[in-house]
């Protein structure tokens, strides 16, 4: 081990005794009582020394003995410490490839703040490169989520879709304006290994699973509207089927959706979201039929392009690759049971509950999170007061949860 206290913490110190570590409310964390000894061998801990000469510093230092390892141990179980040989094997031939770890290490610094253990950002990091994402949609939120997790490590995303790249198709991160006439998948994919930081694992020409059995996630985000608001469960049946986890994301007329975050089997599913808006409004499926169809629609025309502003799908995208990223990386994001929405003009984020519905054959409600009728979608909180549910979120710091879901990660 070759301490090294995480540089993407500030320091600073509010008194002559007591160091603050970070600046943010969220990652922030004081220690104390520091003498000044103590304090100067912090700037020691820069991943150059391992344990050995470590300990003979703090000898020249005047030390006690057992002091160093003690302190150690202790920056390292407040989460302070990384470890700059950690990450295995993987990290090792990763820290070989100087050019792609540059490309990395903006998220790497980022993962170190939301991990503890001394070299577990780096085992995360090198872990993205096996994990296989499928994209339905590439549109203007698709294309960009494929183009973000290509480029934050994950090494093998697939893009599915139909028809050609339109002029409206285009979108700076996503598809470029060289694409437009050209298939959308294909155009979508070659966009995200324009911008992926690693090669992928797989071959480029091995055939993607149309099911997505196989995948570590699938991030639904199609360019129908209607598709965006009103998700077909039996879309995802074959995802149910496999256990494959599946995220929904979407821009529908001003509005941006992120979520549900659909754990087959854990957490409610498009299913779920159907039945429940048919409870609360029996005219939900009269609605959706009608929309399908295009009589609700303007002129009905196929053509016609449907509204979906430049920034709110690229805040969508960010937003969308963020929460993929957190379940790809081992943690529960707060899309899970849930839809995040943002509108324009007034762009505040907030969470629409999906409670798994019993009436919904995807087997949710038997994990104890079934409907929840008197709070339905009235109930939210905002992205700025989040708090994750006491049933989904008792993991969010651990290892993700075993079940069917998690058996093609």
């Known amino acids: ?18 160091v603050q570590f970070g600046m943010t409310p969220t990652h922030a964390l004081t220690l104390g009582p520091m003498d000044t000894a103590t304090g100067s ?27 160093v390892d003690g302190l150690v141990r202790r920056l390292a179980g407040a989460g302070l410490l990384d470890d700059a040989r950690g990450g295995g094997p993987a990290g090792d031939a990763l820290r070989r490839r100087k050019e792609v770890l540059d490309r990395l290490r903006p998220d790497l610094a980022s993962l170190t703040l939301t991990t503890s253990e001394p070299g577990e950002a780096m085992s995360r990091l090198t872990a993205r490169r096996s ?37 409206w198709d285009v979108a700076p991160g996503g598809l470029p304006a060289e694409a437009i006439g050209a298939r959308r998948d294909e155009a979508a994919r070659r966009t ?34 209607v598709a965006v608001h009103a998700p077909s469960p ?9 256990g494959t986890p599946h995220l929904y994301a979407g821009v529908v007329e001003a509005t941006g959706v992120v979520g549900p975050l659909v754990l087959p089997g854990e957490t409610a599913c498009a299913g779920c979201l159907n039945e429940g808006r048919t409870d609360r409004d029996p ?20 053509r016609d392009v449907r509204p979906c502003d430049l920034t709110l799908a690229t805040t969508v995208a960010g937003l969308a690759a963020a929460h ?19 509108s324009l003009p007034s762009l505040t984020w907030h969470a629409r509950p999906v409670w798994a519905h019993p009436a919904c054959p995807c087997g949710a409600t038997d994990k104890g999170e079934g409907e929840h009728p008197s709070d339905g979608e009235e109930s939210h909180e905002t992205m700025a007061e ?8 008792r993991t969010a710091d651990a290892k993700r949860l075993a079940g069917t879901w998690r058996a093609h990660v």
């Open 234 to 242: 039996s879309a995802a049946d074959p995802l149910i089927t496999s």
């Open 283 to 302: 005219a939900w499926p009269r609605l959706v039929a009608q929309w399908h169809s295009g009589s609700g629609s303007g002129s009905g025309r196929a």
């Open 41 to 67: 061998f912090l700037d020691l801990l820069n991943g150059t020394r391992g344990m050995e000469l470590l300990r003979e510093e703090g000898r020249r230092m005047d030390l006690p003995d057992g002091h």
């Open 192 to 225: 995200a290994r324009r911008c992926a930081a690693v090669r992928p694992r797989r071959g480029r020409h091995a055939p993607p699973s149309e099911e997505g059995a196989g995948h570590s996630l699938v991030i639904i985000a199609p360019r129908d509207d």
């Open 131 to 167: 994990l296989r994402v499928q994209v339905r949609g590439a549109g203007r939120v698709g294309a960009m989520v494929a183009s973000l997790l290509s480029a934050a490590g994950v090494g093998d995303i697939d893009v599915r879709d139909v028809g050609r790249v339109e002029p």
């Open 386 to 393: 989040q708090r994750p549910s006491q049933e989904l979120r």
């Open 324 to 342: 993929a990223l957190a379940f790809l990386d081992g943690r529960l994001p707060s899309s899970a049971g849930a839809r995040w929405e943002v």
């Open 1 to 18: 081990m070759a301490p090294l206290m995480k540089p993407a913490l500030k320091r600073g110190w509010r008194d002559l005794n007591t």
